[in-house]
């Protein structure tokens, strides 16, 4: 194994995703140790540094090219941070970002400028990420210009992707606010678009819409994907989301990655507690089915992440935590199929997948070496994969729950 | 990509690809109403405003006629703003009057093109330069507020949106100004300035004071539009401008201040009114509009001195003061209204 | 000109003309003969005695100690408290005020050594308001105490007494040119040069003796112990100051005084001050305080209590005559000729005299105004004579700062004159300078201002405090436009060792000459208000040309 240290050791290390028809394998950004910081600042004349937001902590991943990489997380986990860092719009306080190899970590403007033209992002607010004072054409034509397309070419070049995420080309003159959250949302797809990236980074881009309108933004993402040939980095708060669109998901608590895995077999197997507490969370359209359903509920509001908890940052709220979970930070175990979770009670797997797994390239830093303890969990009898707990396995792919199910709608 | 077929195709018939676009029936509104920004808005709102526009066809009114005070001077009183009549007689019901008794005690108004509002201790006449001062308290009060929006927006837009090296510096350089009460700090500035001029300005050009009022109040706007850059640096669209590769220049100028303009244009009014009255105190206390030239406020300080035998020496000049004030308020209230009906500008005063 | 700034730098003016003096050797001069001492009886014929008058101003001495301050308000107050040597006629209005009278010496100085000594002999058995006896050596102590408080007139003892500038300096224990003998009584004053003005310092508050063991420091508080009809009572610097009859006042020949108590209040707001005359809830408005325009129509119809009363102050603009444009004779001539100076005593409300000449009315030397060139005073400005002359002068165009003070009728006058220097065809602009430092900024050796106004209000009476002003042999800074004329200045420094009724044709024409020279442009002599409350015998209490207030004559009905 190669060790985190030596540059390009993760990209190498990382297995290509599998499970999934989309995805060539080459590498487009690869993230290793990523960290970013955010200081907190006190002072009435002079600002002090008092402490620091541990906002991505070492988070180390690979988004290959073709590929749809779903990222979920509580609110506050760092999502949004990681996707801002990935498209540069941080720069990182630690670790390396590679973009088609090229290390593009401390790149100033300028040198950010054809990365720019590849990664493009769209906002998770509709009504935010539209300058309200610029007519769609403006919105749209700006990046165009900017990025060298002809004046002349660029109402027409706008007009045209304005009928590609459904909107009606005549209303070029419009502004944001005369169009709907789902409008404005295409709008945004569209100004991402309008330079011909190969990476778009989503940040909930359909978190602040209604349900059905959610699908249609989906599906639009989905046929643009086909169309543009883009990877995408989906962010989503919620798994009920992200399992639709997704080759594979990186789940993230704290700012730390706790598990990876091709998108299908998260549902099926969650190894690692948090993601079982997701996807439990998940309601479910049938009512009885709900009720019979043994929820992991998490308790409580995660940790404040300006001073996260030490070893496992799930420890304080994980249903299964022990000793070792409070004082060693488990490092990033890769069970078969390129299936990454860093946990040391992992769920879902029988000891012999625990026995075989290892240590990941991936892993934090300042993880520990402890790999699970197989014959521990042989002894405690571990559940197999898709234990009932998790109450998910038989369901995943057949009825996703549909736009008239929305939160709280199952509640009997 | 694992879509349902669930949420897809269905739920997104007739929106997604949309075969029918120009056809105007399928989309939202269904009509092709012209594009109606938030300028249009605000002008259609204003207009709907009686009062305001009363207001200000008053001030419009009032600077015609101080941008007229020439004509005035030259064709009807025929006596120039600063000319001196201290011996001279003038007829008055087919009497001959002193302009200025042997005792100095200066006539009266006389409701007649010569010396309509009567004369001052120099024998000149308070009509002329009445309209005269006008005109300079104008001139002033429009100079100053076009130093204040251009300072306080470039502080405001600097500190706000660059923060850092630029913000440790304007701010507490903001703070420091706005700290002073504007009277004095006017005072102290334009007794110096008066006596030494300011590089290839003379003392006792109208530029001194406007440049001087102009510099005091930026803070006022500068406050408030780092806090409004403050919010909308934190904006998506800001974020996404950078994302596709703008220059922060780029995105202050052409992205972030579009959007502080509307408060700024609401400042606009209510910054031409501080600097009409800050012109008046300081004109007033001798440390704004030098001698002999006139304003309003150096109009209300020599006319005090008669406040008992002649009040309207000190009235006039002082109710066309509140009035142009008053209308430039009223008319920045409806502003205000216009284009922001949710905002709550006020300037401490 | 009884305010610090100009006194001090007139008296170095002064000082540095006595020495060009020294220098030439001065010429022999007479003793002025002492006039008898009887012009007075002793006063308490007629009218009532007693009472308390309070008196409003609208500005404070800068102290109670005659040994600091030289101000008009503080002379009003210590002129009766501390009785000099010779002192000013009293209880008179006019000219008459302004002869010099034996106080505590027996008579006026014999003069010997060619005018450079001056020797005073003290009356016996006087006595301090406390009882101490005077003796001839509390002279030199009070002349020692002056110099290094200082005295804002000191420069009077250290420029023209012997010795007198190196005590101020510290090079001296005692000042050499003062001689006292306690025995005889006698005091001997040696001067640099002779220097007739000197009897007109001896008669200034500021000379009288004080008792042995007054600290020669600033008394503001409680003012020292005096020899006068009046001492101190209770003092608030700044606000309030209480005068007290001394009844241990015995000078023969000096009246005693008629009230028992002075108040002296003093308010900035100088239109209350004016109101509470008015309606007689105080007695006396400060006469160097003026009326404010609000009240003066009311003030007016006063007539039994209320009088303009014209004392010796020049008002004028002077020129830098050195420099383009006024180095032009023409030009100056064309600004005299188009100056309305009806007008200029409009401005300030009536209370200028019109008049060409810088000797005022009240001192010896002064000419008529009939016989001021370029325009007749008392008429309208000769505008073609201007025009000509201006033409003449080829200086139609130039650009000229014009510099005046703030304070009304001031910058009126400064208004009206930029007017005059507009319509003659030159560039004018106006500079407002505050009071406060007007004469100290346009005095300045930096700014060398173009033309500008000034007044003068004398220091005494002596044809020599108005003519020194424009001395040009001595780098004066109170010479704001550097006149330096040959003539002028040589005549001034023989005129300076004569006593001035001697050669009083001969300052008029010295005068006269400066004029027609087009030196100065004076417009008039300010009067003051005589304004008292119906409660003073107005007749009997005059303003005196020398102190303004006249307090040891003013009674009560
Ligand atoms: N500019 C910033 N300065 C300081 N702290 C920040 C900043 N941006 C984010 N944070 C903090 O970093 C942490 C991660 O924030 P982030 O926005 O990445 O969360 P998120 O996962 O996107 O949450 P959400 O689902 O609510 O969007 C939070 O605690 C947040 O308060
Ligand atoms: S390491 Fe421990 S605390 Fe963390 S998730 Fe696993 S069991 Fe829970
Ligand atoms: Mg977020």
Redesign the pocket.
């Known amino acids: 194994m190669a060790t985190p240290d030596e540059p390009g050791a993760i990209a190498r290390g990382a297995s290509a995703p599998n499970g999934s028809g989309r995805g060539n394998g080459t590498a487009l950004i690869e993230a290793e140790h990523l960290e970013l910081y955010?200081p907190v600042k006190k002072g009435i004349l002079v600002d002090r540094t008092v402490a620091h937001?541990h906002?991505v902590d070492d988070v180390s991943l690979v988004l290959t090219e073709g590929e749809t990489l779903g990222v979920v997380?509580e609110?506050?986990?760092?999502?949004?941070?990681l996707a801002r860092c990935l498209v540069r719009l941080h720069e990182p306080t630690g670790g390396t970002l590679r973009f088609r190899g090229r290390d593009i970590t401390k790149l100033n403007r300028r040198g950010l400028q054809p990365i720019r033209r590849e990664v493009q992002m769209v906002f998770?607010d509709p009504v935010s990420s539209l300058n309200p004072r610029k007519r769609v054409g403006q919105i749209i034509g700006v990046p165009m210009r900017l990025h060298g397309v002809d004046g002349s070419d660029v109402e027409s070049r706008v007009r045209d992707l304005l009928h590609r995420v459904g909107l009606n080309p005549e209303h070029i003159n419009r502004f944001p606010h005369e169009f709907s959250g789902g409008q404005r949302q295409r709008i945004g797809v569209a100004r991402a678009l309008a330079v011909n990236p190969k990476l778009l980074v989503l940040d909930?881009p359909v978190s602040a819409l209604d349900v059905s309108v959610q699908a249609q933004v989906i599906n639009l993402l989905d046929d643009l994907q086909d169309e543009f040939g883009l990877s995408y980095m989906f962010i989503a708060?919620d798994l009920s989301i992200v399992r639709h669109v997704s080759d594979r998901i990186v789940v993230m608590y704290l700012g730390k990655l706790m598990e990876v895995s091709p998108a299908r077999e998260l549902y099926e197997k969650p190894i690692h507690p948090y993601t079982q507490a997701l996807l439990a969370a998940i309601p479910i359209p049938d009512p009885h089915e709900n009720q019979a359903r043994a929820r992991t509920v998490l308790g409580g509001e995660p940790p404040n992440?300006i001073d996260p908890p030490p070893g496992c940052r799930f420890h304080t709220r994980c249903p299964h935590a022990t000793e070792i979970c409070a004082t060693t930070e488990p490092p990033l175990a890769e069970y078969a199929g390129g299936h990454l979770a860093a946990c040391h009670h992992p769920q879902s797997v029988g000891a012999e997948e625990i026995a075989s797994a290892v240590r990941s390239s991936l892993s934090p830093t300042s993880a520990g070496d402890a790999m699970p303890d197989a014959e521990a969990a042989r002894q405690a009898g571990d559940p197999a994969p898709g234990d009932p707990a998790t109450g998910r396995g038989a369901r995943t792919g057949a009825t996703p729950p549909s736009p008239s199910a929305g939160p709280g709608s199952g509640a009997p | 990509m694992a879509l349902d077929p669930a949420i897809g195709p269905d739920a997104g018939s007739g929106v997604v690809i949309g075969s029918d676009q120009g056809s105007g029936g399928a989309w939202e509104g269904g009509r092709h109403a012209p594009a109606v920004g938030p300028w249009r808005l605000a002008m259609r709102r204003m207009r709907r405003n009686r009062v305001a526009l009363a207001f200000l066809g008053l001030f419009i009114l009032i600077v015609v006629v101080c941008v007229l005070a020439p004509v005035y001077s030259h064709d009807i009183a025929q006596i120039g703003p600063n000319q001196n009549n201290i011996t001279g007689q003038v007829k008055v019901g087919g009497q001959e009057k002193d302009v200025v008794a042997v005792d100095g005690t200066p006539i009266g108004p006389t409701f007649t093109s010569h010396y309509f509002l009567g004369a001052d201790t120099n024998g000149r006449d308070l009509a002329v330069r009445l309209l005269y001062g006008g005109r300079t308290s104008l001139l002033i009060g429009g100079v100053a507020t076009v130093i204040i929006i251009v300072l306080g927006t470039l502080f405001g837009l600097l500190s706000g949106y660059l923060r850092g090296v630029a913000d440790g510096i304007l701010r507490p350089l903001m703070e420091l100004i706005w700290s002073f009460p504007p009277v004095i700090l006017g005072v102290v500035v334009g007794t110096a300035l008066a006596l030494g001029g300011l590089g290839p300005i003379k003392g006792n050009s109208v530029f001194i004071p406007a440049f001087i009022i102009g510099v005091i109040y930026s803070p006022y706007l500068g406050k408030p539009i780092r806090g409004e850059i403050l919010r909308l640096r934190e904006q998506d669209f800001v974020d996404a401008a950078r994302a596709q590769g703008m220059g922060p220049m780029r995105i202050m100028f052409t992205e972030v201040l579009p959007n502080a303009a509307s408060t700024i244009i609401v400042f606009i009014p209510l910054m031409l009114a501080q600097a009409l009255l800050l012109e008046a105190y300081l004109s007033f206390l001798g440390a704004g509009v030098q001698a002999p030239n006139a304003s309003w406020g150096t109009l209300i300080a020599d006319g005090l001195n008669y406040i008992e035998t002649t009040p309207t020496f000190c009235l006039i000049p002082g109710i066309m003061l509140v009035l142009t004030v008053l209308s430039v308020n009223v008319f920045g209230d409806g502003l205000r209204d216009a284009l922001d009906p949710r905002a709550q500008v006020r300037i401490k005063t | 000109m009884k305010r610090y700034a100009r006194t001090s730098t007139a008296v170095l003016l002064a000082a540095l003309v006595a020495l060009a003096v020294a220098a030439c050797g001065g010429s022999s001069s007479k003793s002025s003969k002492s006039s008898s001492s009887g012009s007075s009886k002793a006063s308490s014929a007629g009218g009532k005695q007693g009472g308390t008058i309070k008196i409003v101003s609208g500005t404070p001495p800068l102290s109670a100690d005659q040994g600091l301050d030289f101000t008009t308000q503080g002379n009003e107050l210590y002129s009766t408290v501390n009785l000099s040597l010779l002192t000013f006629t009293r209880g008179v209005a006019g000219t008459a005020g302004a002869k010099i009278i034996p106080g505590l010496a027996k008579s006026l100085p014999k003069v010997t050594d060619g005018g450079k000594t001056y020797t005073f002999t003290l009356r016996p058995g006087l006595h301090y308001s406390n009882g101490v006896p005077i003796k001839a050596s509390d002279v030199p102590r009070a002349l020692e105490r002056d110099l290094k408080i200082p005295w804002q007139a000191a420069s009077f003892i250290s420029a023209y007494i012997q010795g007198g500038m190196a005590y101020a300096n510290g090079n001296a224990k005692t000042i050499s040119g003062v001689v006292a003998n306690d025995k005889t009584g006698t005091i001997a004053v040696h001067l640099v040069a002779p220097f007739a003005p000197i009897v007109d310092v001896f008669a200034l508050p500021g000379t009288a003796p004080v008792p042995p063991g007054t600290p020669a420091k600033n008394l503001a508080a409680t003012g020292t112990v005096g020899d006068g009809q009046y001492k101190w009572g209770p003092i608030t610097p700044g606000h309030s100051y209480t005068l007290i009859k001394n009844p241990k006042f015995d000078v023969p020949g000096l009246p005693r005084g008629h009230v028992d108590q002075f108040t002296y209040s003093v308010n900035t707001n100088v239109l209350a001050n004016a109101e509470a005359v008015l309606n007689n809830q105080a007695d006396v408005f400060d006469p160097g305080d003026t009326l404010p325009a609000a009240v003066l129509d009311k003030v007016k119809q006063q007539s039994d209590r209320y009088q303009a009363v014209p004392l010796n102050t020049s008002w004028y603009f002077w020129f830098a005559t050195y420099k383009k444009p006024f180095n032009n004779l023409y030009a100056r001539e064309a600004v005299l000729a188009a100056m309305d100076d009806r007008a200029l005593s409009r401005l300030d409300s009536g209370f200028q005299t019109p008049d060409c000449h810088l000797i005022p009315f009240g001192i010896v030397g002064h000419s008529s105004p009939s016989s001021c060139p370029f325009h007749n005073p008392n008429g309208p400005a000769n505008l073609t004579l201007a025009k000509q002359l201006m033409q003449k002068s080829g200086m139609t165009g130039q650009p000229v700062v014009v510099y005046g003070e703030e304070r009304a009728p001031r910058r009126q006058y400064l208004d009206y004159f930029t007017g005059v220097l507009n319509s003659l065809g030159f560039k004018a602009t106006e500079k407002v300078v505050n009071s406060g430092v007007y004469f100290t900024t346009i005095g300045a050796p930096t700014l060398k201002p173009d033309v500008g106004f000034g007044d003068w209000n004398q220091d005494f009476p002596n044809p020599w405090d108005f003519m020194q002003l424009f001395a040009g042999d001595a780098g004066s800074t109170l010479n704001y436009g550097y006149v330096n004329d040959p003539h002028y200045n040589a005549t001034l420094n023989k005129l300076d060792q004569q006593p001035p009724d001697k050669v009083a044709s001969q300052w008029a024409a010295l005068d006269q000459y400066a004029v027609n020279h087009a030196y100065y442009a004076v417009f008039g002599h300010e009067s003051k208000p005589q304004f008292y409350s119906s409660r003073v015998d107005f007749a009997a209490s005059p303003l005196s040309v020398e102190y303004f207030l006249d307090l040891v004559s003013m009674r009560l009905k």
């Open positions: 955010f937001v906002a997380g609110s506050g986990c760092g999502k949004s941070t998770q909930e708060h992440p």
